[in-house]
């Protein structure tokens, strides 16, 4: 992996990327123990709601891990979590979009785990320069 060392004008975009990535697993964990305590008290917590509430940290945890490496100068790396970072949120809202997916309160925190994934992108794209091949 070829790594390239970058300058501080490039580390604090990535800083706040990795703060919104931050944000977004720090969410997705705050909705799976929504989920967990629904099951809890009366069961109503459906096998797409655990999947879907599951899958963001874990997807946080790569994403923060992915921003990690681009900030050490991983050109990979970083194209990586800027792709991620503009399909996953499309991918998230829109399967939970599908009627009868989910209940409404559950597509609101989804959608708000999206948009804290969505605006790591911000940063990301403004880097595309910096990150060339």
């Not at 809890?40 to 999947?51: E, H, I, L, R, S």
């Not at 708000?112 to 403004?126: D, E, I, K, Q, S």
């Amino acid at each position: 992996m070829q790594t390239i060392e970058r300058p501080a004008a490039v580390q604090r975009p990535l800083g706040l990327a990795k703060g919104f990535v931050a944000a977004y697993g720090a969410m997705g964990v705050a909705v799976f123990g929504t989920i967990v305590a629904l099951a809890v008290a009366d069961g109503t917590a459906t096998g797409f709601m655990w999947t879907r509430s599951a899958l963001v940290p874990v997807s946080a945890v790569i994403m923060y891990w992915l921003v990690s490496l681009a900030a050490r100068g991983s050109t990979r790396a970083y194209q990586r979590a800027r792709l991620i970072s503009v399909v996953a949120p499309i991918a998230l809202v829109g399967v939970d979009l599908i009627p009868g997916a989910c209940p409404f309160w559950f597509l609101l925190l989804q959608t708000a785990c999206a948009v804290l994934l969505a605006a790591a992108a911000v940063p990301l794209f403004r880097l595309r320069a910096t990150f060339q091949k």
